[in-house]
């Protein structure tokens, strides 16, 4: 068993019978786990329990894009949101959410990510702040070829989060308006901009 307190984690996903394979595992790592089929029961939690992490999973959702409005809009969000299993149509990405992952997948993702914003003390090579898509990119491409690991986040404020617990050697962040403020709002000494869909030479340079 693990000898360290790891933090709280809650879990939202509307199959309850899923939620048990979550608690096994999580708790085996020293996470506290809570988790409902129920929206309403998982804000009362939040606001009553300092979450950690939040981690929701979109899949067999009726209507996911007003699921997540409904739920930003009804809590003030201190915590990475971690959203599993978006839709590949008619959806609309929430500016809040810190990551989104597709499971069984991403698992090994998910892992990394709960233990960075919770106990933190990683040393990734990159942190890149990217918008979300569900399609790979030049950017993406080339990282995923690379020998650099690296810690994906989509929103400034999780950024953040991030770099108070962890180490990365370089910060790279997409060029676009959405982000042209995080240079100057996140605390790295070694932070870059990079176009995402034509970039191999600058991020071999930036790398190297």
């Known amino acids: 068993m693990p000898s360290s307190y790891q933090g709280n984690i ?21 996470f506290k786990t809570f988790g409902t089929d129920n929206m309403y029961q998982l804000l009362l939690y939040a606001r009553e329990i300092k979450p950690d992490v939040v981690v929701i999973n979109l899949q067999n ?36 959410v810190t990551r989104y992952l597709n499971m069984p997948a991403d698992f090994p993702l998910l892992t990394d990510m709960l233990e960075s914003f919770t106990h933190g003390n990683k040393a990734h090579h990159i942190m890149l702040l990217d918008s979300y898509s569900p399609h790979e990119d030049a950017l993406h491409t080339r990282l995923n070829r690379s020998r650099y690991d690296y810690f994906e986040v989509h929103n400034a404020d999780s950024a953040a989060l991030y770099l108070q617990k962890n180490q990365p050697d370089t910060v790279l962040i997409e060029y676009s308006p959405e982000f042209i403020a995080a240079r ?13 869909h034509d970039n191999s030479a600058e991020i071999e340079k930036i790398l190297s």
């Open 10 to 30: 809650f879990f939202y996903d509307n199959r309850r019978h899923f939620l048990p394979a979550f608690f096994d595992i999580y708790d085996n790592r020293a």
């Open 61 to 96: 959702q009726k209507n996911p894009t007003a699921m997540l409005e409904n739920f930003f809009s009804k809590t003030t969000v201190h915590f990475p949101v971690i959203v599993l299993n978006p839709p590949t149509e008619d959806f609309t990405a929430h500016p809040e």
């Open 184 to 196: 100057h709002t996140l605390n790295h000494p070694r932070i870059f901009y990079v176009d995402r």
